[in-house]
């Protein structure tokens, strides 16, 4: 499901509401550092060939276009929110294009949130970490509690290493969202304890604002991925529940 415009929407998001999509990356084209066995844009090689990043320029002259004409109609925005074909931090122009939107939101729609969606492959980087702290949501994957999980789920492209990503996390002192796909697949299953264990620890560790618990909702490229119930993600959270964490569930 690659988007075809570089401000998309507004959709319905189980998370975050009425949201109003920004993509960061090519739009007939797929760029990211992960290549999740069940990301609904597919897989990193059936991206097209497109490679046109949008400059901020493009991406503050489409979202004004955008955010004027939907406040015109009297649209409801709830959320103003970088998702997109690929991970959003991936543009060389992020940090830019985060001040552009956080103006143009306060003037078209200020109680609208802007949020981020991103795998935190980049959170150490001071220019990244400082954009995303400045946003409403910043919204950080972690999937897996090792790295021979993660690349079963992930399968990043380059180094990756849980224990330096939730080090980077640290960063923000809780004022972020962690978000976690629970999932089972033939070679693996979310919900074995060494898994949920490994998982619970970790945002116990982060102690996050929120921590987003959700399973898959749509066409998957990997074949034989099967959803976990939300009653099952409830029992397997409640531990995170029951030391004081805000979680939400969406199955």
């Given at each position: 499901?690659?988007?075809?415009?570089?401000?998309?929407?507004?959709?319905?998001?189980?998370?975050?509401?009425?949201?109003?999509?920004?993509?960061?990356?090519?739009?007939?084209?797929?760029?990211?550092?992960?290549?999740?066995?069940?990301?609904?844009?597919?897989?990193?090689?059936?991206?097209?060939?497109?490679?046109?990043?949008?400059?901020?320029?493009?991406?503050?002259?489409?979202?004004?276009?955008?955010?004027?004409?939907?406040?015109?109609?009297?649209?409801?925005?709830?959320?103003?929110?970088?998702?997109?074909?690929?991970?959003?931090?991936?543009?060389?122009?992020?940090?830019?294009?985060?001040?552009?939107?956080?103006?143009?939101?306060?003037?078209?729609?200020?109680?609208?949130?802007?949020s981020?969606?991103?795998?935190?492959?980049?959170?150490?980087?001071?220019?990244?970490?400082?954009?995303?702290?400045?946003?409403?949501n910043?919204?950080m994957?972690?999937?897996?509690?090792?790295?021979?999980?993660?690349?079963?789920?992930?399968?990043?492209?380059?180094?990756?290493?849980?224990?330096?990503?939730?080090?980077?996390?640290?960063?923000?002192?809780?004022?972020?969202?962690?978000?976690?796909?629970?999932?089972?697949?033939?070679?693996?299953?979310?919900?074995?304890?060494?898994?949920?264990?490994?998982?619970?620890?970790i945002?116990?560790?982060?102690?996050?604002?929120?921590?987003?618990?959700?399973?898959?909702?749509?066409?998957?490229?990997?074949?034989g991925?099967?959803?976990?119930?939300?009653?099952?993600?409830?029992?397997?959270?409640?531990?995170?529940?029951?030391?004081?964490?805000?979680?939400?569930?969406?199955?």
């Amino acid at each position: 499901m690659l988007r075809e415009e570089t401000v998309f929407g507004p959709i319905f998001s189980r998370r975050l509401g009425n949201s109003l999509g920004i993509n960061l990356l090519p739009e007939k084209g797929k760029i990211c550092n992960f290549d999740c066995i069940y990301c609904e844009c597919g897989w990193n090689s059936e991206g097209h060939g497109d490679s046109a990043i949008p400059t901020a320029a493009k991406v503050r002259n489409d979202l004004e276009r955008m955010l004027r004409r939907l406040a015109s109609q009297g649209t409801t925005i709830d959320s103003i929110t970088f998702s997109g074909d690929g991970e959003p931090t991936l543009n060389p122009e992020f940090p830019q294009i985060i001040d552009d939107t956080l103006r143009l939101r306060d003037r078209y729609y200020p109680s609208a949130k802007v949020s981020v969606l991103s795998n935190a492959t980049r959170v150490h980087l001071s220019d990244v970490f400082n954009a995303l702290h400045r946003v409403d949501n910043p919204i950080m994957k972690i999937d897996a509690p090792t790295n021979e999980l993660v690349a079963k789920i992930n399968q990043p492209v380059g180094k990756y290493d849980v224990a330096e990503v939730v080090e980077a996390l640290k960063r923000f002192e809780g004022d972020f969202v962690l978000q976690t796909c629970l999932l089972k697949a033939p070679n693996f299953d979310s919900s074995s304890p060494e898994v949920i264990g490994g998982l619970l620890e970790i945002a116990k560790e982060l102690k996050p604002r929120l921590w987003m618990v959700y399973t898959i909702d749509r066409p998957t490229p990997m074949a034989g991925l099967s959803k976990l119930s939300a009653d099952e993600m409830k029992l397997l959270v409640s531990p995170a529940i029951e030391a004081g964490l805000s979680v939400q569930i969406n199955g």
